[in-house]
């Protein structure tokens, strides 16, 4: 089995791995794991910005309080403070790496509101911003001397001291053993410390706005090592996916309503959100896409419209290009400038996660964990507009600042056991691999959406003990393919939300269920743990 050894290994290479990489000590050698393609992740996808005060008449206080809003009171206001207090320098660190961010009239940067937000306080590149932090970071990695970028290795399982060959701390992790897709064989990658930035989860539905990798991989690994997870049954659901039968996963983006782009219904023309809420299209996204799921269900309909069209066409075209030239091409053939744009909700962002302390520490010595991967206390029951990249860029810094002052305290790895294929063979039913995939995916739709009941989630629940037998049964007997290690992660990940789910007997932020349709006075965090 192929082996490599580094100082640090980095599992996930956007924002949050990306930044980690790039703090640590640049003496010691780091290795930064992508799933497929370095830029492939949920980063190089983000269209609309990273929120941090920089508007004159905005306050840290203000940033701080429209998080909590929207986190339904959820959020850890210790984490939130120190997010928002570090927002401006990590806006410069990507400035000073060539982030071209749009500039401003009379200001530096050109800064847009979205919902949820009080002030304007997005900086973007138009709308495309994730695209060019990805670029950014990535050069950078590229150029660093002791930074080696590793494409298409997926994770199966943390090393921890189970796997020493000789009897070491159970509860510490020491590497990763990954599938390289390339030669379709194991490695063992050991290290003295180990920074999980591996995304969420959105995958486990069956309409979402994330790339193919989303898979919830990082909180499944954790979690089968000893890591608590927290707030699962939070999955964000954004408003405004394409709806499209040949085009899937375009998200359009937050901005469009932040700059006047109204949701209307179909042949009337109505517009419905001022019925719901009185920030209307500005509203936090759970609030919006509950609205639009009581107008898809109440009047049979497929989609609704976000209109933009109002607005003055070179306006439109300057401040969202990307968006109107990709639906301008002919399999969409929209006009933005003329016409509506017909949207659902996908699922788009996973709220809760690891539990991480504000260093990115973990439950396991010498493991670490960044961005979505993870439940901080930013995002609460429900994450605002734009928190998400600066989350990545302020942990993954904090995660490598932690490692580089602990660094002497890390001990190396002891000698790991090879990864074992001796007792399994080449699988000739892949299809029961894609069928569970398909059938998991679609149920989490059905059962575990935008609205649940009860007798939903254990309808989900049933079925995932099922393919949690078949899966396990498979994994047990076939050599590992992705497909089949994302199965296993998905399973997990989906287990994690139902149990979350069920356990909250209320509706707050992201999770509305008719049984529970009130609030609780008290905000308190569903934690789970592998050893209860």
Same mark, same amino acid.
């Given at each position: 089995?192929?082996?490599?050894?580094?100082?640090?290994?980095?599992?996930?290479?956007?924002?949050?791995?990306?930044?980690?990489?790039?703090?640590?000590?640049?003496?010691?050698?780091?290795?930064?794991?992508?799933?497929?393609?370095?830029?492939?992740?949920?980063?190089?996808?983000?269209?609309?910005?990273?929120?941090?005060?920089?508007?004159?008449?905005?306050?840290?206080?203000?940033?701080?309080?429209?998080?909590?809003?929207?986190?339904?009171?959820?959020?850890?206001?210790?984490?939130?403070?120190?997010?928002?207090?570090?927002?401006?320098?990590?806006?410069?660190?990507?400035?000073?790496?060539?982030?071209?961010?749009?500039?401003?009239?009379?200001?530096?940067?050109?800064?847009?509101?979205?919902?949820?937000?009080?002030?304007?306080?997005?900086?973007?590149?138009?709308?495309?911003?994730?695209?060019?932090?990805?670029?950014?970071?990535?050069?950078?990695?590229?150029?660093?001397?002791?930074?080696?970028?590793?494409?298409?290795?997926?994770?199966?399982?943390?090393?921890?001291?189970?796997?020493?060959?000789?009897?070491?701390?159970?509860?510490?992790?020491?590497?990763?053993?990954?599938?390289? +897709?390339?030669? /379709? *064989?194991?490695?063992? $990658?050991?290290?003295?410390?180990?920074?999980?930035?591996?995304?969420?989860? %959105? !995958? @486990?539905?069956?309409?979402?706005?994330?790339?193919?990798?989303?898979?919830?991989?990082?909180?499944?690994?954790?979690?089968?090592?000893?890591?608590?997870?927290?707030?699962?049954?939070?999955?964000?659901?954004?408003?405004?996916?394409?709806?499209?039968?040949?085009?899937?996963?375009?998200?359009?983006?937050?901005?469009? +309503?932040?700059? /006047? *782009?109204?949701?209307? $219904?179909?042949?009337?023309?109505?517009?419905?959100?001022?019925?719901?809420? %009185? !920030? @209307?299209?500005?509203?936090?996204?759970?609030?919006?896409?509950?609205?639009?799921?009581?107008?898809?269900?109440?009047?049979?309909?497929?989609?609704?419209?976000?209109?933009?069209?109002?607005?003055?066409?070179?306006?439109?075209?300057?401040?969202?290009?990307?968006?109107?030239?990709?639906?301008?091409?002919?399999?969409?053939?929209?006009?933005?400038?003329?016409?509506?744009?017909?949207?659902?909700?996908?699922?788009?962002?996973?709220?809760?996660?690891?539990?991480?302390?504000?260093?990115?520490?973990?439950?396991?010595?010498?493991?670490?964990?960044?961005?979505?991967?993870?439940?901080?206390?930013?995002?609460?029951?429900?994450?605002?507009?734009?928190?998400?990249?600066?989350?990545?860029?302020?942990?993954?810094?904090?995660?490598?600042?932690?490692?580089?002052?602990?660094?002497?305290?890390?001990?190396?790895?002891?000698?790991?056991?090879?990864?074992?294929?001796?007792?399994?063979?080449?699988?000739?039913?892949?299809?029961?691999?894609?069928?569970?995939?398909?059938?998991?995916?679609?149920?989490?739709?059905?059962?575990?959406?935008?609205?649940?009941?009860?007798?939903?989630?254990?309808?989900?629940?049933?079925?995932?003990?099922?393919?949690?037998?078949?899966?396990?049964?498979?994994?047990?007997?076939?050599?590992?393919?992705?497909?089949?290690?994302?199965?296993?992660?998905?399973?997990?990940?989906?287990?994690?939300?139902?149990?979350?789910?069920?356990?909250?007997?209320?509706?707050?932020?992201?999770?509305?269920?008719?049984?529970?349709?009130?609030?609780?006075?008290?905000?308190?965090?569903?934690?789970?743990?592998?050893?209860?």
């Amino acid at each position: 089995m192929a082996e490599r050894a580094f100082d640090v290994l980095v599992v996930g290479s956007g924002a949050a791995g990306l930044s980690a990489a790039l703090a640590i000590d640049p003496s010691l050698s780091v290795g930064v794991l992508a799933k497929s393609g370095v830029s492939s992740g949920s980063t190089a996808l983000a269209q609309g910005g990273i929120a941090a005060v920089l508007e004159a008449g905005d306050t840290f206080e203000s940033h701080v309080a429209d998080t909590i809003v929207a986190g339904a009171g959820l959020n850890r206001r210790e984490t939130v403070e120190f997010v928002v207090g570090s927002a401006p320098a990590a806006i410069e660190r990507l400035a000073r790496l060539g982030v071209p961010f749009d500039s401003g009239v009379e200001d530096r940067w050109h800064l847009t509101r979205e919902g949820g937000h009080s002030h304007r306080r997005i900086v973007h590149v138009a709308d495309a911003t994730g695209w060019a932090v990805q670029q950014a970071l990535e050069k950078a990695a590229r150029e660093h001397p002791n930074i080696r970028l590793v494409p298409d290795m997926v994770g199966i399982d943390l090393v921890t001291g189970r796997h020493a060959l000789r009897d070491w701390d159970q509860r510490r992790v020491w590497g990763l053993y990954a599938l390289n +897709r390339s030669s /379709g *064989g194991v490695e063992l $990658l050991t290290a003295r410390a180990v920074v999980l930035a591996t995304g969420g989860a %959105s !995958r @486990a539905w069956l309409y979402s706005t994330n790339p193919r990798g989303s898979t919830g991989d990082g909180i499944a690994m954790a979690w089968r090592a000893g890591c608590r997870v927290s707030n699962m049954e939070f999955a964000q659901f954004h408003p405004t996916c394409l709806y499209n039968h040949e085009v899937k996963n375009l998200l359009i983006t937050e901005a469009m +309503r932040g700059e /006047g *782009g109204q949701l209307r $219904l179909p042949g009337t023309g109505e517009r419905f959100m001022p019925s719901f809420d %009185s !920030r @209307a299209e500005l509203a936090p996204r759970d609030i919006v896409a509950r609205a639009i799921d009581h107008e898809l269900k109440r009047l049979g309909l497929d989609f609704v419209h976000l209109d933009i069209s109002h607005r003055d066409p070179d306006f439109v075209r300057s401040h969202f290009p990307t968006i109107a030239a990709r639906l301008a091409e002919p399999d969409i053939a929209i006009d933005i400038t003329r016409e509506p744009i017909p949207v659902v909700p996908a699922s788009h962002y996973t709220c809760g996660g690891i539990v991480t302390g504000l260093d990115g520490s973990t439950d396991i010595p010498g493991l670490y964990a960044a961005g979505e991967v993870t439940q901080s206390g930013l995002h609460g029951a429900n994450r605002l507009a734009s928190n998400s990249v600066l989350e990545c860029l302020v942990f993954g810094v904090a995660a490598a600042e932690a490692i580089n002052a602990g660094w002497a305290d890390l001990p190396p790895p002891p000698p790991i056991r090879p990864w074992d294929e001796s007792r399994v063979t080449h699988s000739d039913e892949e299809v029961v691999v894609q069928h569970n995939w398909r059938e998991i995916r679609r149920f989490m739709w059905d059962y575990v959406g935008i609205v649940r009941t009860t007798k939903r989630l254990e309808r989900a629940r049933n079925r995932i003990e099922l393919l949690r037998r078949e899966t396990q049964d498979y994994y047990g007997h076939f050599r590992v393919t992705a497909d089949l290690i994302e199965l296993r992660n998905l399973v997990e990940v989906s287990d994690l939300i139902v149990r979350s789910a069920l356990a909250r007997k209320e509706s707050r932020g992201l999770h509305y269920t008719l049984d529970y349709p009130e609030t609780l006075s008290e905000a308190r965090d569903t934690v789970l743990s592998p050893e209860a």
